[in-house]
C-alpha cells in the first residue's frame, strides 16, 4: 500500500514535471513562431499554477517587449528576480526596458552592476555613456567611452558619441573621432556630415568637398548633403558652383531659408542678381529677422530700377545689424571695465565714452569717464568737466531714477572731487 502510495505521488510528480518542460516548450515555439499574445497568456497560466522556471518568466517578459508593453515586462522581470537576484540575462533585460521607460535612474543602476561583473561588456558601457550624455553628465559619458574603446578602438558608436560630446563643447578633438568613424566606414552619413561640418567651422572647408562628393555619389537625391555641399563652395569662394547644389536641394523638396539664403548670397555673388532677387526674397519671407538677407536683397535691387526698395531693405538690415541701444552701451562699458583693469585707460575712456553717446542714460559710463581722468590719467580740468556733465545728466533724470542708494553715494562722491578739484585748481592759479 505504502509502495502504491508512493509510485502514485511519483507519477504525479513526474506528470506536473513532464507538463511544465511541455509547457515551455510550447511556449518557446510559440514565441520564436511570433505568436506573443499567446506566450504571454499561456505564461502567465503556467506561472500562477506554479511554474517557477526562469525560461518561463523570461519569455513572457520577451513577449510582453514585442507587444510593447514595458511596464508589464518591467514588472514581469522584476518578479522573476526575487527567485533569481543574480540572473544576468535578467538585469539585462530589465536595464533595456527601464531605459525604455525613461527611468535612467533604475537604467544605470543595472547597466552599472553589469559593468561591474563583466568589465569588458561593450553594450552596458554604450548605455550608460548614452544615459549619461542625456542627463548631460558629460564627464562620466567619456569615461563609460573610454571604456569601449579601450577594449575596442575602433567602435563606431562610440567614436561618434565621443566627437558629438566634444563638438558640444567645442573640443578640436572631436575630429579626431569623427575622421576616425569616417575612415571606419566611409558610407556612415551621419559620421560624414559631422566631419564635413567640423571642417567647414575649422575653415578648412576644402576637406570637406571630397566626403560630400563620395556620399552624393551613394545617394544624390540626399537633401542634407546637397545643402552641406553647396554651402562648402560658397565657403571656399566658388559660389557658381554653389548655385546648383542649392537648386538641386530645393528641387528635391527643401524650404528652407537656409537653403535660399545661400543660393541667393551665391547668385549674388555670380552677378545673377535676377536670380538673386527671387531667391533672396523668398528667404526673406521664411526668416524676416535675418540682416545678411536684406543687405543682399537691397544690393540685388540696386542693381535695377527699384532704388527705393533697395534703400528699404538696406535700411532693414542696418535696423536688424545694430542691437538695441541699451545692450550696445552696455557692451562698450564692459569692454571699457576690462580696459580699466588692464589700465590701457586711453582705451577705457573711448569705450566709456562710446558707451555713453549711444545711451546718454548709461550714466555710470559718464562718471568711469571722469574718474579714469582724474585718478588714472590725472587731468584735473578734464575730470572736472565729466564730473559735471555727469551731476547736469543725473538732474535731468525723473525723481525715481536718481533716488536709489548707489545713485545718491556715486553722487556724493562726485559732488566732493568737484569741490576737491575746483581748490586744487584755484591754487594752482594761484601760483
Not at 38 to 43: D, W
Not at 74 to 89: C, D, S
Not at 307 to 323: F, I, Q, R, T, Y
Request: proline residues 2%; glycine residues 4%; hydrophobic residues 40%.
Amino acid at each position: 500500500m505504502k509502495y502504491c502510495k508512493l509510485y502514485t505521488c511519483s507519477g504525479i510528480l513526474f506528470l506536473l514535471t513532464s507538463f511544465i518542460l511541455f509547457a515551455q516548450e510550447t511556449i518557446t515555439d510559440l514565441y520564436y513562431s511570433g505568436n506573443y499574445q499567446q506566450v504571454i497568456e499561456q505564461s502567465t497560466h503556467s506561472i500562477s499554477s506554479g511554474d517557477t522556471a526562469f525560461n518561463t518568466h523570461y519569455l513572457k517578459a520577451l513577449a510582453e517587449v514585442q507587444m510593447g508593453m514595458t511596464a508589464e515586462a518591467i514588472q514581469t522581470l522584476e518578479k522573476a528576480r526575487i527567485v533569481f537576484p543574480e540572473n544576468l540575462m535578467a538585469k539585462r533585460l530589465l536595464a533595456a526596458q527601464y531605459e525604455v521607460a525613461g527611468d535612467y535612474v533604475k537604467a544605470w543602476e543595472f547597466y552599472t552592476e553589469l559593468v561591474s561583473s563583466d568589465p569588458e561588456d561593450v553594450a552596458s558601457w554604450l548605455k550608460l555613456a548614452d544615459i549619461a550624455s542625456f542627463r548631460q553628465h558629460y564627464d562620466q559619458a567619456i569615461h563609460a567611452l573610454e571604456q569601449v574603446l579601450a577594449i575596442d578602438s575602433l567602435n563606431l558608436n562610440s567614436l561618434m558619441m565621443m566627437g558629438d560630446i566634444l563638438n558640444r563643447h567645442n573640443n578640436s578633438a572631436a575630429v579626431i573621432y569623427y575622421e576616425r568613424a569616417y575612415s571606419l566606414y566611409p558610407n556612415n552619413q551621419k559620421a560624414a556630415y559631422a566631419l564635413g561640418n567640423l571642417y567647414i567651422l575649422s575653415k578648412k572647408a576644402w576637406d570637406a568637398v571630397p566626403i560630400c562628393k563620395h556620399i552624393l555619389e551613394i545617394d544624390s537625391t540626399s537633401i542634407k548633403f546637397r545643402k552641406l555641399y553647396g554651402y562648402t563652395f560658397y565657403k571656399i569662394g566658388e559660389p557658381h558652383q554653389a548655385v546648383p547644389q542649392f537648386e538641386y536641394a530645393a528641387i528635391f523638396g527643401d524650404s528652407t531659408a537656409f537653403t535660399f539664403k545661400f543660393k541667393g548670397i551665391s547668385q549674388y555673388l555670380t552677378v545673377d542678381f535676377t536670380g538673386a532677387i527671387e531667391s533672396l526674397q523668398i528667404a526673406a519671407k521664411k526668416d524676416s529677422m535675418d540682416a545678411e538677407v536684406y543687405f543682399f536683397l537691397g544690393a540685388s535691387l540696386a542693381t535695377t530700377t527699384q532704388k527705393k526698395e533697395a534703400m528699404d531693405h538696406l535700411n532693414k538690415s542696418l535696423e536688424l545689424m545694430m542691437p538695441e541701444p541699451g545692450i550696445e552701451s552696455r557692451i562698450y562699458s564692459e569692454q571699457g571695465n576690462i580696459m580699466r583693469l588692464e589700465m590701457e585707460y586711453e582705451n577705457a575712456y573711448s569705450l566709456y565714452n562710446q558707451a555713453w553717446e549711444v545711451d546718454s542714460s548709461n550714466l555710470m559710463a559718464l562718471y568711469f569717464m571722469a574718474s579714469i581722468l582724474d585718478n588714472s590719467m590725472h587731468k584735473s580740468q578734464e575730470a572736472l568737466v565729466d564730473y559735471q556733465r555727469y551731476i547736469d545728466q543725473l538732474d535731468r533724470l525723473p525723481e525715481n531714477q536718481r533716488s536709489n542708494q548707489q545713485t545718491l553715494s556715486v553722487r556724493t562722491i562726485v559732488e566732493d572731487r568737484i569741490v576737491a578739484l575746483k581748490e586744487e585748481l584755484f591754487f594752482l592759479d594761484q601760483q
